[in-house]
């Protein structure tokens, strides 16, 4: 069976402009600050600049004011954004906001999309994805998950810490992977919940220093009761974080 690679006429009219606003826009900002930007100010104008040029989330749908592109689509503009280390920043295509909204788009619900995938993707919020524990809790296994949601009146109480999150300083919202059933080593049971920033059940307790500098943040936290909601069930930054959660 012959497969098409050709990744047509919209990425075509895509590229040139992109190439332009990373040489001519983004690269001077990134040789100003040597590649380590820690400005919110700096990532808005970025963000901005992408947006005036149309060259702005090209992943999403153009319902959330993006292009809509297919996987081969990407490859083409996002090879453009790479070419300079703010490049995803400035496109909003950076981890691990490029794979929330990718992850809302295929599972969130009318209203979560709206709640969070709108925000994120037009740039007005930041996110993160906690699912890293210190051991023996889970790494890239889900099955080794210690964090805990609970059933309570009301709704679920997560119990848990997490650690290494990239992108946890400034996110709008977390993505908590935590347990609803089973115990740490057995499978089944792994959950995805929304948590908002400014819920009072998660403390931040430290920052936790990287190689890479240029990559907002990083943090550790703990917190007492609050009320996150849910998202669909698994399967349905920039910087490290540490976070033990107790939210309700």
């Given at each position: ?15 040139d ?24 100010a ?12 149309g ?28 070419y ?19 992850l ?42 210690a ?102």
């Open positions: 069976m012959t497969v098409d690679l050709f990744p047509g006429p919209v990425v075509a009219e895509l590229a402009p992109g190439a332009r606003i990373i040489r001519e826009t983004v690269l001077p900002v990134e040789d100003r600050h040597r590649g380590v930007v820690h400005s919110e700096v990532r808005v104008d970025l963000q901005c600049a992408a947006k005036e040029a060259f702005f989330a090209p992943h999403v749908a153009a319902e959330y004011g993006g292009h809509g592109l297919d996987m081969r689509g990407r490859t083409v503009v996002f090879e453009e954004a790479g300079s280390l703010l490049g995803p920043l400035a496109l909003n295509i950076a981890a691990p906001d490029r794979g929330n909204m990718h809302l788009e295929a599972v969130a619900t009318p209203e979560q999309k709206e709640r969070y995938l709108r925000p994120l993707a037009t740039g007005e919020i930041q996110s993160c994805f906690a699912m890293t524990e210190p051991a023996p809790g889970a790494g890239s296994d889900p099955a080794a998950l964090t805990r949601a609970e059933r309570v009146p009301g709704g679920r109480r997560i119990d848990g810490r997490k650690w290494f999150i990239t992108g946890a300083d400034g996110a709008g919202f977390t993505i908590v992977m935590a347990r609803t059933s089973g115990e740490p080593g057995e499978r089944g049971g792994a959950t995805m919940f929304f948590v908002d920033a400014d819920n009072p059940g998660t403390k931040t307790v430290r920052h936790i220093g990287t190689l890479d500098e240029n990559l907002f943040g990083g943090r550790q936290s703990s917190s007492s009761p609050a009320r996150p909601r849910r998202t669909s069930p698994a399967p349905p930054s920039p910087s490290t974080a540490e976070c033990p959660v107790t939210v309700r």
